[in-house]
């Protein structure tokens, strides 16, 4: 019997790594992948499948809003994914539902995986997967993280949502903010700004530079064990060798 699973992760290299992982077992079709909540839900209605590696962190609707537009009642087996561990242990005790931690390790994904194939062959527990949810709800409200900055400028205060920053350079006391487009200056170090960032969306990649993970579109390797961050928008950054935690969560090692 094969088992059909979509991956929905708005992070290309997250979704390649659960892809690769998957390729090492037998009887795994992937039916579709997707990078963001509208089309995983739409994709779930339509490719009715078995499994779903599912990413906790997305703009707009997250992993959370599709579990709950979806319901618990026509869910698939679900293995939630995540960057950050405050959505983990508490929230997923009950074993209705499944979760990986990035960067997802073999071992621990092959461990989840014939859980949900257990699952799958048998019986999913609806009520204890509602009760998952609610915990999820609660663990959700409680991250605590700025949604957005409050930026002076000229005797005005305009606010920047994070969703919407591309990435961040230190220019001495200050930030540049770089979104959509635009620059915004701060008033900040790069080192107090990054306490307001949740890390499940936003790295540090240089001494002098942050980025939103979801605004990469390629990691490209360059000199001595450099790397150059491509975003979405074709800018340029360098990685410094010395991330290491970094290029662990990136995939590149």
């Given at each position: 019997?094969?088992?059909?699973?979509?991956?929905?992760?708005?992070?290309?290299?997250?979704?390649?790594?659960?892809?690769?992982?998957?390729?090492?077992?037998?009887g795994?079709?992937?039916?579709?992948?997707?990078?963001?909540?509208?089309?995983?839900?739409?994709?779930?209605?339509?490719?009715?499948?078995?499994?779903?590696?599912?990413?906790?962190?997305?703009?707009?609707?997250?992993?959370?809003?599709?579990?709950?537009?979806?319901?618990?009642?026509a869910?698939?087996?679900?293995?939630f994914?995540?960057?950050?561990?405050?959505?983990?242990?508490?929230?997923?005790?009950?074993?209705?539902?499944?979760?990986?931690?990035?960067?997802?390790?073999?071992?621990?994904?092959?461990?989840?995986?014939?859980?949900?194939?257990?699952?799958?062959?048998?019986?999913?527990?609806?009520?204890?997967?509602?009760r998952?949810?609610?915990?999820?709800?609660?663990?959700?409200?409680?991250?605590?993280?700025?949604?957005?900055?409050?930026?002076?400028d000229?005797?005005?205060?305009?606010?920047?949502?994070?969703?919407?920053?591309?990435?961040?350079?230190?220019?001495?006391?200050?930030?540049?903010?770089?979104?959509?487009?635009?620059?915004?200056?701060?008033?900040?170090?790069?080192?107090?700004?990054?306490?307001?960032?949740?890390?499940?969306?936003?790295?540090?990649?240089?001494?002098?530079?942050?980025?939103?993970v979801?605004?990469?579109?390629?990691?490209?390797?360059?000199?001595?064990?450099?790397?150059?961050?491509?975003?979405?928008?074709?800018?340029?950054?360098?990685?410094?060798?010395?991330?290491?935690e970094?290029?662990?969560?990136?995939?590149?090692?």
């Amino acid at each position: 019997m094969t088992t059909r699973a979509l991956i929905v992760d708005d992070e290309p290299l997250a979704r390649r790594a659960v892809r690769r992982l998957l390729g090492k077992h037998d009887g795994i079709e992937v039916a579709g992948e997707c990078s963001d909540g509208e089309s995983a839900v739409r994709l779930i209605g339509e490719l009715a499948p078995d499994l779903v590696f599912l990413d906790i962190q997305m703009p707009e609707m997250d992993g959370f809003a599709v579990l709950r537009h979806v319901g618990a009642k026509a869910m698939p087996v679900t293995i939630f994914v995540t960057a950050h561990d405050r959505f983990a242990v508490q929230a997923f005790d009950a074993h209705a539902v499944d979760y990986l931690m990035k960067p997802i390790a073999r071992a621990r994904f092959d461990v989840a995986l014939a859980r949900a194939e257990q699952r799958i062959a048998g019986v999913v527990d609806r009520a204890e997967l509602r009760r998952v949810l609610a915990s999820l709800d609660r663990l959700a409200a409680s991250r605590g993280y700025a949604d957005r900055l409050s930026v002076p400028d000229r005797g005005r205060i305009h606010f920047v949502a994070m969703r919407d920053i591309d990435w961040i350079e230190a220019q001495g006391n200050y930030v540049i903010i770089h979104a959509r487009g635009r620059e915004h200056e701060l008033r900040e170090t790069l080192a107090g700004l990054e306490d307001k960032l949740d890390p499940a969306d936003f790295v540090r990649i240089h001494r002098s530079t942050i980025v939103n993970v979801h605004r990469i579109r390629e990691i490209q390797p360059w000199f001595h064990g450099h790397h150059r961050v491509v975003l979405d928008d074709g800018t340029e950054l360098r990685m410094s060798r010395y991330q290491r935690e970094v290029a662990k969560r990136l995939g590149l090692t």
